[in-house]
């Protein structure tokens, strides 16, 4: 039905697809998996007429096409339901459903109550229960994804794409997803399904495509593959693969026989995590392993006050840290690297000494005067200790290198003296001596009686740094791996397990 | 040949850019100075310079706030309708004697901001919806305390308003003490610090454990009071109230100083000498069009000129 071949694509120093080829079948889910920055979006993008191809060719229905806008796409029959719904949230539920070809009656005016009657029927032949008339950002995130799915239907669709689509669904809705997509596929609809919930995957496509660094690494019918090789391509690991020791900076194991300095218990978020519990002593290096959107950022935020849980307790040294609160978190001694380091971390348009000395101002400052000479030894000792370079202390943060930023950072959250320090992707996206130097720098920290919690989706670098690995999967804790079972093996073993009571199929 | 003018080329030009950028503020007000001290008759007079500097004088205090507000990615566009608040305060309150009425016009203008700020760091509204709110409000509040012009007549107020200390007017000094002051706030303080971090990157300045909301409340207040401040000196200066047409169009003055002198919209930066030369700029521009007998109109052209001018700059700082 739609296929793509031989398709490239370049942004500005990013080779984001290189020689892909994809076909969606008629009557057929095909899923498409990847890590981020696999390329994913970028062929959905192509797909869906976004971004044109720098090279390839997109096939629609057997002729070769070009689209040119969004809109092109949607009118020759394909339909996208985006990870956040694109419809208009002040208007009725029945005007979202017939956007652009509302039924008229006479003079050209919209004839509403026939839009009325035919959105009520199509939604209930989707088994959805909603008022019409409603605005449509009165429903809840689920019903509004129902919403965009109808009016993929209702319009004919002959392709639908669906980017994580249950990210934000009940079980109960996402059981009615399931319907109405083999609904779609009995009809001959080709329905291409990105996920990362490896359950999902199983209980519901065909084919799968799985992408890695712009390419594709498989493609081809599902049930043929088992779910560990499944996770080993989408980590971009091979199974049972023997490496030599020290590919990463990492020394191995540190001393851990202290009592615990970080506890989490029972944090609970609606949708995203269900009563993770951890613990870390100081010294130790745990690092939190899944695949993407298996709720570590999640887990992190949540410890560090930045996300609002709902149950779930945070005691540092023995003392309970006030929830929601990233202050509180930071007085406790909690520090967190954020994985977006661009727009959550760093202050591009501040100085390095600003960036440096941002978090521990009020420590740094008396009747709310800034110390400068403080503040200028401070800094002075962290960019020689993490080796920033920098043309100076006062050159913006936004100039420096990505590896440079992670370490200003770091300096900005050890300038405070934390008991517990939380990196969610520390490595990404910084070149291979920064990453080395930012390794050796977490295991200095370790070693100096920090308690380091490691997110990386860099399996290799989470294997090598931790001395244990906590396994999330669709944000809930399934495995704990210690001692000589911290390997890949065992940790793509840990991701790919089937869920206790359910079957494989 | 070619190639090493293109070579040389390209590096000089963004040189330039950046000089411009950072100086070309003050290089606008030295070619006007420089203009009139050449073209205008009688520009060169202690008389006329005082003029100019307290006509000056109730916007750049108003803009010290609005840097203040522009440097946190936000604006404040209630500063006019809190001059006119003040003015109304000040004359109804002068009963109590001249200072305690100003100090209450002051506290009223901390108190808008308080409002702004709670509306912006608690509430989550945006600050050109918030300010705008505060806005409308405030004109309304000061009209119904004080319906119309009334005079004022106080010889306290009167000394503020027209003496000097060693010829400098006290409206001048005030107002260089403000901005002395504000410069000090930005670079030396803790809030200040915090103010710029919070502009540059909200999301970051949270999870770095900042006071966020206590700080935006804290600008506004600083904003709010600045503005009352304004007001209240120039209700010396006229020796009048009059609450329906004081500081009207204020908050577009303001914001063009403050854009005008280099402060970028997107926050994360204030620049205070900037601002008083925005300021001065804008002055002299008037001054000098109004000298020349050209019409109020072309003032106005002028003004747009030179914001797009500003603007352009400040886009390709972005840029870089």
């Excluded at chain 1, 319907?179 to 799968?208: F, K, N, P, Q, T």
């Excluded at chain 2, 070309?24 to 006007?32: D, H, K, Q």
């Excluded at chain 2, 509040?141 to 004080?146: E, F, N």
């Excluded at chain 2, 994360?268 to 030369?277: C, D, I, L, S």
């Amino acid at each position: 039905m739609l296929s793509v071949t031989q398709l490239s694509k370049t942004f500005p120093g990013v080779r984001a697809l290189s020689d892909v080829d994809f076909t969606a079948r008629a009557g057929e889910v095909h899923a498409l998996v990847g890590e981020n920055g696999a390329g994913k979006s970028t062929l959905i993008k192509v797909l869906t007429g976004v971004y044109r191809p720098d090279r390839g060719e997109v096939t629609y229905d057997g002729a070769p096409v070009r689209f040119v806008t969004p809109l092109q796409a949607q009118q020759a029959g394909i339909s996208t339901i985006y990870q956040e719904v694109n419809l208009v949230p002040l208007m009725s539920v029945a005007r979202n459903l017939f956007l652009g070809r509302e039924p008229r009656g006479r003079l050209g005016l919209i004839d509403f109550r026939r839009m009325h009657r035919e959105a009520d029927e199509a939604l209930r032949g989707l088994g959805i229960r909603v008022d019409v008339h409603r605005p449509l950002r009165e429903l809840g995130v689920g019903a509004q994804q129902m919403v965009a799915l109808a009016r993929a239907v209702a319009v004919d669709a002959r392709v639908v794409v669906m980017d994580e689509p249950t990210s934000s669904l009940e079980p109960r809705e996402v059981h009615t997803l399931f319907e109405v997509i083999r609904m779609l596929r009995e009809r001959g609809v080709a329905v291409v399904y990105v996920s990362h919930r490896m359950d999902e995957l199983y209980e519901l496509c065909d084919r799968i495509t799985v992408l890695r660094d712009g390419r594709v690494v498989h493609t081809g019918p599902l049930a043929e593959l088992d779910r560990l090789r499944l996770v080993a391509m989408m980590l971009g690991r091979e199974i049972g693969e023997v490496r030599a020791e020290g590919m990463t900076k990492f020394s191995g194991s540190h001393d851990t026989d202290a009592q615990q300095v970080l506890t989490v218990t029972g944090l609970t978020i609606r949708h995203r995590l269900h009563d993770v519990s951890l613990s870390v002593r100081p010294g130790e290096v745990v690092g939190l392993g899944g695949l993407l959107g298996s709720g570590r950022s999640e887990t992190a935020k949540a410890i560090a006050g930045a996300l609002p849980t709902d149950t779930g307790r945070v005691v540092v040294a023995g003392v309970p840290v006030r929830a929601g609160s990233t202050a509180a978190a930071i007085r406790a001694g909690i520090s967190l690297l954020p994985e977006d380091r661009k727009s959550e971390g760093i202050m591009p348009g501040l100085s390095v000494r600003e960036n440096i000395a941002l978090a521990a101002l009020p420590g740094l400052s008396r009747f709310g005067l800034v110390d400068d000479t403080r503040v200028d030894r401070i800094v002075e000792t962290f960019m020689k200790r993490l080796r920033i370079k920098a043309a100076g202390a006062h050159q913006k943060v936004g100039e420096l290198s990505g590896g440079n930023q992670q370490k200003v950072l770091l300096a900005r959250w050890l300038a405070l003296h934390p008991k517990v320090l939380l990196l969610d992707e520390p490595t990404r996206g910084i070149d291979v001596g920064a990453k080395a130097e930012v390794q050796t720098l977490i295991d200095e920290l370790a070693d100096d009686g920090l308690a380091v919690l490691l997110i990386s989706s860099d399996t290799e670098e989470l294997i090598e740094g931790s001395d244990r690995v906590v396994v999330l999967k669709d944000g809930a804790v399934v495995r704990e791996l210690t001692g000589d079972a911290v390997t890949e093996d065992e940790l793509m073993r840990a991701i790919a397990a089937v869920p206790a009571g359910e079957s494989d199929d | 040949m070619t190639e090493l003018t293109l070579g040389r080329g390209t590096p000089d030009r963004a040189r330039l850019l950046r000089l411009l950028q950072d100086y070309g503020v003050y290089t606008g007000v030295l070619v006007l100075l420089l203009f009139n001290f050449a073209f205008t008759p009688h520009f060169v007079s202690a008389e006329n310079f005082r003029t100019q500097a307290v006509q000056v004088a109730p916007v750049l205090i108003v803009a010290l706030g609005m840097a203040l507000a522009i440097g946190t990615e936000g604006v404040d566009l209630s500063v006019g309708s809190v001059m006119a608040l003040a003015t109304s305060l000040l004359s109804l309150y002068l009963g109590y004697g001249p200072w305690t009425a100003a100090l209450v016009a002051v506290l009223a203008g901390a108190v808008v901001g308080v409002a702004n700020g709670a509306l912006i760091a608690f509430v989550g509204v945006q600050p050109i919806v918030a300010t705008l709110a505060l806005m409308v409000a405030g004109r309304g509040l000061a009209l119904v305390l004080l319906p119309q012009l009334k005079d004022v007549h106080d010889p306290d107020l009167a000394a503020l308003g027209s003496g000097a200390v060693l010829g400098v007017p006290y409206l001048a000094l005030i107002a260089a003490l403000l901005a002395v002051l504000t410069a000090f706030v930005v670079r030396r303080t803790t809030f200040g610090r915090q103010a710029l971090a919070i502009g540059d990157s909200r999301p970051a300045a949270r999870l770095a454990g900042l006071p966020v909301r206590r700080v935006l409340v804290l600008v506004y207040v600083c904003s709010g009071a600045l503005a009352a401040i304004a007001g209240v000196l120039a209700t010396a200066r006229l020796a009048a109230s009059d609450p329906t047409s004081l500081g009207s169009l204020m908050e577009l003055s303001a914001i063009t100083a403050v854009v005008v002198g280099g402060t970028p919209l997107s926050g994360g930066r204030v620049r205070v000498g900037g601002t008083v030369a925005g300021a001065t700029l804008i002055q002299l521009l008037t001054t000098t069009l109004i000298k020349h007998d050209l019409p109020p109109s072309w003032t106005q052209i002028a003004q747009a000129v030179v914001i797009v001018l500003a603007v352009y700059a400040a886009r390709e700082r972005g840029r870089r």
